[in-house]
């Protein structure tokens, strides 16, 4: 049975920093590129950042890019998002999902998903 379990969302002011962990299971999870993606209420699920599963190519919405960082550990079986210059805009529910494919920006491309882990910028 594969699992996605993220951990390390909390509350934070604006300006500092979190760090997300993603612990997989049941998978072989060198086989897989693994995207961070976050969804508030109401909204579509945003895609954010991902990291290829070869050669750990990383990618990042404009959104984000220069303030968080995506890496993995594959000795670990574990994704791992540093946030930093967090904005209230960044409040969300943050998830990491694993695909079989490259990297992809749509989340149906994503097989595993794990149940998320709330991240809240407070002004």
Known sequence: QVQLVESGGGLVQAG???RLT???SGLT????????FRQAPGKEREWISCISR??????YDD???G?????R???????YLQ???LKPEDTDIYYCAATYDYCSTKSHSYVYWGQGTQVTVSS
């Open 22 to 24: 993603c612990t997989a």
């Open 67 to 71: 303030r968080f960082t995506i890496s």
């Open 83 to 85: 946030m930093n210059s």
């Open 29 to 36: 999870f060198d086989d897989y590129s693994m995207g961070w």
């Open 54 to 59: 070869s050669r750990g190519n990383t990618y």
């Open 73 to 79: 550990d594959n000795a670990k079986n574990t994704l």
């Open 63 to 65: 959104s984000v890019k």
């Open 16 to 18: 500092g920093s979190l």
